[in-house]
């Protein structure tokens, strides 16, 4: 399989230029007959099935592909958000096949259960493009994907933790993404292997749906479990649900960032905002503005064009102070 990796310098100044014209985060179809910055041309047809709006990175990725996929750039957008139901995912995939639509771009809430209606797709000559998270089903059932690494992103997390408490003692809990996803299946064997030998112990993992309520709520139990005193280390697989823990240390009387220390991924606005305040330690990027490397991939696969299987997205990590630098740069 061929990869590409694009750094992210270079990846966020062409988001940034898509982000002159931020669109709503409305379910709305966006309309249009023709692509004004070609008079004659049929706009492009897209169906793009995201995960839902479960959090502030996934607001960012919505917001990016709107914007890319616009009646401006040659493309009719019909959107789809499941709010985290594969069955409904699923459901709205088969009807972008029975509209006809040119091509499907699909953000998969589970990496399972796409064989059936990826193959319809196929048998109905309409390409797909994944974006951001994977599937199990095969290769050959979509054109390309693009997104971000999420192993890497779990090891880069994990280094960061051993190298803080090396050989001490540590007691940790983790607030795990949705169930069966990518993201939370990667994060947390990359996780794993880089703290693999030391003396950080997890003594609790649950899912908090990648949602800050779901983290709150996790960690409220993990708080009446343990107590604060016997939980050294949080490790979320996204910023929300580490906001979301931050809001149940403080209402029981804790100080997040120095009674527990927090790891989490994603680097939104209000996650890096967190860091610079001290009450998350250390994060790790999970870019979100994928919308306009998608859209010129379906672009090129329409046109005939051979592309790359798959295009990864470098990521950075901030401590407190890298943190502090950019993030009015940010944005995210």
Not at 5 to 34: K, P, R, V, W
Not at 86 to 102: E, K, L, Y
Request: with cysteine; net charge negative; proline share 2%.
């Amino acid at each position: 399989m061929k990869k590409s990796f694009l750094s992210t310098i270079a990846f966020a100044g062409a988001a940034a230029f898509a982000l002159t014209a931020c669109s709503s985060d409305s379910g709305e179809t966006a309309e249009g007959s023709e692509d004004p910055g070609s008079a004659g041309d049929e706009l492009i047809t897209v169906g793009f099935a995201q995960t839902g709006s479960e959090s502030g990175w996934r607001s960012a990725n919505t917001e990016s592909m709107q914007t890319a996929f616009s009646e401006e750039n040659g493309f009719e957008l019909i959107f789809n958000a499941a709010d985290n139901d594969p069955a409904a995912q699923i459901s709205a995939v088969r009807n972008f096949i029975n509209q006809g639509v040119d091509a499907i771009v699909l953000a998969p809430i589970v990496e399972d259960g796409w064989d059936d209606v990826l193959q319809e797709a196929a048998d109905a000559d309409i390409p797909v493009i994944l974006e951001d998270r994977t599937v199990s089903a095969s290769e050959d059932l979509y054109e390309a994907w693009v997104g971000l690494d999420f192993y890497k992103e779990g090891v880069m997390a994990g280094e960061w933790a051993a190298e803080q408490f090396g050989d001490t003692p540590t007691r940790m809990v983790v607030l795990e993404g949705t169930t069966g996803s990518a993201p939370a299946n990667d994060r947390a064997a990359g996780f794993n292997e880089a703290i693999a030998g030391t003396a950080i112990e997890t003594i609790d993992s649950q899912t908090g749906d990648f949602t800050r309520d779901g983290g709150k709520a996790v960690m409220e139990g993990y708080i009446a479990n343990y107590g604060i005193d016997n939980i050294d280390l949080l490790y979320a697989h996204n910023d929300d649900m580490g906001l979301g823990a931050i809001e149940a240390i403080e209402a029981a009387g804790g100080v997040p960032g120095e009674d527990i220390t927090i790891i989490t991924i994603d680097a939104v606005k209000d996650g890096m905002q967190a860091l610079v305040d001290g009450k998350i330690n250390f994060i790790v990027e999970c870019n979100p503005l994928l919308g306009d490397l998608a859209a010129q991939l379906v672009k090129d696969v329409l046109a005939g064009e051979e592309v790359e299987k798959t295009v990864y997205v470098e990521d950075q990590t901030f401590t407190q102070e890298q943190a502090a630098e950019v993030i009015d740069s940010r944005l995210y």
